[in-house]
């Protein structure tokens, strides 16, 4: 399917060939056997070929004093933190860059990005130095910006405004500026000059009427659908103000007498009389669903990465549907993709909608319920806990808090893809105040309670990590935490849920030595910091502090007797007494010896039900006492 999802080129540009074959370059060493073939180093642009050579993964910066090696997959985003004298749009490729023939900032002073750069490439299968000829590109050797850069703007919403003051510019001979761009956005023509600080006195008589400004720079990180490139000669600019005045965002290179421009626009647009790169989108309709191809989504994707190819990350979801040839992802809907997603698509919505999970090997055990204020909140997901919950309780009991539980019996195949009817399920939290989970999943999954009902969201390991000596580097921090992430480290999923809702055992090159995801612990036989921090409770404890009570009632046994010629005559009476020997003797017992009886009690075959009610009933009161 990749051959496939490469045969896009552009945002409505397709091949006219399938390539028959997708040569996937990680290192040098992939390259040098490499005799034929096509590059593709963006997923947001392509060219035709029967072979695919992609360096999309090739990504990577190698700085020295002057000069920085760059690896062709790597986008000048990564690039720009470095200081490159010259650069492009942020979310192309620095390898596409140099192929296509961009214009980047820089352009008034070393024209396209290819004239000044250099390049390690291999051409039919011998590797390169130089200025680009063709072939592969391997690397791109980008000079350092060594001198302070000025920069000054010219704002106005009249496009021959400035049209003309770089007109009359050019007219006085060729301005010293580094960089002479217009940018079109929000009705706002900015113009946009910078030039190194040395020049100061060559360009003043330019920048008179030129307020102080910041370096602008050219990315995609906006919806659009459409998107156009082309040189033309400066002095027929004005054919295009219609155009970009139709466009959601234009940027305009200036050399002397050339314009290099980008426009990108939400409707197809003419261009009449004017030659459009190849890059450039044709006038067929985009079938996209709003996706813009930057591959932001693919860099993030968990579900992408455990089943090992792009074609199942959103970016692989959207082509293959406009190609015809739609796929399924089941995948956790953990949400990563939609935080960096620049068009902002519903892209969670779209995906569950096929989605499909084999959720037969995970049990739905009902769990013991304890109403109150707080509550651990149980569904599906983690039913199967029993021994995380008892922890759980145990540690909060430890702390002076009682917790309840309560358990939501949920379709998971609805919890997962966002279909549950939390309005109605609000209702059960009316007089909580806080919940707490077991798992990431559900801490993550809960969330939309909170547009129903006043209601904090807790996760156990809010509570537990804090008291946890240990390197951070070897702390796993699951994908659904995004708080831990921002002020930790960068979360990586161990495919441990994903296994469970897709009935598989996907390895991981996972390395930690503590997670916050138990399905993670089991599944790399680690610990959470709950497991660091309450032992495992012995199994054989629930009928030890059982036997401790009874032998309290035994040994008030006479008194029980002796009340027996109650029964009859003041039945109550009878009642309270013995209710009150339970009670007396269940008072011995510790408030984590309290919790561990009344979650095991459906475990213990030597109590009729009658007992098991009276003794849940009276541990109910002291607990919530």
Known sequence: MLNLLYSQL????????????????????????????????????????????DLTHLR??????????VLAGTTWGDVVKKKPEIFGNLYFSVGGSVEYGDAGFGFNEFKFIRDRVEVEAYLNGNKYVGK???????????????????????????????????????????????????????????????????????????????????????????????????????????????????????VIRISFNKAYFSIYSDYPLTFSGIDLTPQSDILTENKLNGCI?????VDVCPYSEYK????????????????????????????????????KIDIISDISKSATYSLESIPNKKVKELNYKR??????????????????????SAKGSIIGVKY??????????????????????????????????????????????????GYI???????????????????????????????????????????????????????????????LNIKTPLDLLVPEVNKASAKLILNKVKKGIEDSGKILDDSKWYIGIADNLYDEISNNMYISNLKTLQPQELIILYFSLDSLEDLSPGEKKAIEEKIIQLLIK
Not at 60 to 69: A, F, N, R
């Open 132 to 250: 680009y000829k063709g072939g592969i590109i391997y690397a791109v050797i980008v000079r350092k910006e060594n001198k302070e850069l000025v920069t000054k703007n010219y704002e106005t919403t009249d496009f021959d405004a400035v049209y003309n003051k770089i007109k009359n510019w050019f007219s006085q001979g060729f301005p010293p500026f580094r960089d002479i761009s217009i940018f079109w956005q929000g009705e706002r023509f900015v113009l946009n000059v910078t030039y190194t600080k040395p020049r100061e006195p060559l360009v003043s008589k330019f920048v008179l009427d030129l307020d102080e400004g910041e370096l602008k720079y050219e990315d995609l990180s906006f919806p659009h659908k459409y998107r156009y490139f082309g040189l033309i000669d400066f002095s027929r600019l004005t054919e295009l103000k219609d155009n970009i005045k139709k466009s959601k965002r234009s």
């Open 375 to 396: 509550e651990i909140v149980i569904t599906p997901i983690s039913s199967s806990l029993e021994e995380r919950l008892l922890k759980a309780l145990l540690y909060f």
């Open 10 to 53: 552009s945002l409505t540009r397709k091949s006219s060939i399938i390539p028959e074959r997708v040569v996937t370059i990680k290192s040098e060493e992939d390259l040098k056997s490499i005799t034929e073939g096509v590059g593709r180093y963006e997923y947001t642009r392509g060219s035709e070929g029967k072979i695919i050579v």
């Open 461 to 523: 390991e809010d509570y537990t990590l804090e008291e946890i000596q240990g390197n951070k580097e070897e702390l796993h921090i699951p994908c659904y935490l995004k708080d831990y992430e921002r002020r930790i480290k960068p979360s990586k999923c161990s495919y441990a849920f994903l296994d469970i809702i897709n009935g598989t055992n996907v390895k991981t090159d996972l390395k930690a030595k503590v997670t916050l995801c138990p399905f993670t612990a089991k599944k």
């Open 308 to 343: 090992g190819s792009l074609v199942y990350s959103p970016l692989g979801f959207y082509t293959l549907q406009a190609l015809g040839s739609p796929i399924q992802i089941n995948c956790h809907m953990c949400g990563k993709c939609v935080e960096v997603c620049p068009a």
């Open 293 to 297: 191809m930057c591959g932001k989504c």
């Open 60 to 69: 990577g910066v190698e700085e020295t004093d002057d000069k920085l090696k």
């Open 408 to 457: 939501l019996d949920l379709n998971i195949q609805d919890l997962v893809k966002g279909r549950v009817n939390w309005k109605e399920i609000a209702k059960q939290f009316l007089n909580v105040s806080q919940i707490i989970t077991l798992t990431p999943e559900e801490f993550y999954y809960l969330q939309p309670l909170k547009n129903y009902v006043i209601l904090d969201i």
